[in-house]
């Protein structure tokens, strides 16, 4: 994306040297690249399709299995968005793929939200970690949280029967413009006034 001419641009060499006009510049540039968010996170999403990684399914399947039960389970827009990218990591972090989702998501979920992205890779080890020689109980360093039930039922309804071939899963375009709504506007961010 084409950012003008040079003097469209801020000058400074080195932050210490920046002025309010660079940083104006920079914020006109920033409104146009942050409402493309929802799309550049859809686009890195589709990475995950044809990715089967011995599973019966490619994981954008999975993600779109999970999305569509959570729709269709009558869940709210910010968690089906949830469950459609609860797994957008796989492809930069497999071994800490749900700090991915939930990093990219924080700005604009609800903390019970933020919470279940973050540690359903925990949670979800209760349906395989035993065969794997690990714990399947793991999660259960977490029990008295406020969100632990909310994570576990999310791996039970929506995450960990999200695998199957058959099943008639929406297609992503149906999730785009909740994808849109939900990152529309951060909820927070450092980036924000505080109010």
Request: glycine content about 6%.
């Amino acid at each position: 994306m084409p950012d003008g001419s040079p003097a469209d641009r801020a000058q400074f060499r080195a932050m210490s040297e920046s002025t309010q006009e660079d940083w104006a510049k920079i914020a006109a540039c920033a409104v146009p690249f942050n409402r493309d968010l929802p799309n550049r996170v859809l686009a890195h999403l589709k990475l995950l399709d044809g990715d089967f990684g011995g599973f019966s399914v490619d994981r954008l399947t999975h993600s779109l299995q999970s999305a569509t039960l959570a729709h269709r389970d009558g869940m709210d827009e910010e968690y089906v968005v949830c469950a459609l990218l609860h797994d957008i990591g796989d492809t930069l972090a497999s071994t800490s793929h749900a700090d991915i989702g939930a990093a990219i998501l924080k700005p604009f979920v609800s903390d019970a939200n933020h919470w279940m992205l973050a540690q359903h890779g925990i949670f979800q080890g209760y349906y395989f970690f035993h065969h794997l020689g690990l714990d399947r109980d793991m999660r259960e360093q977490f029990r008295g949280h406020p969100h632990f039930e909310y994570t576990a039922r999310f791996c039970h309804r929506h995450d960990q029967n999200a695998f199957d071939p058959k099943y008639d899963a929406m297609p992503l375009e149906a999730f785009k413009p909740m994808v849109q709504r939900v990152m529309a506007r951060p909820k927070r961010s450092i980036y924000m006034p505080a109010e």
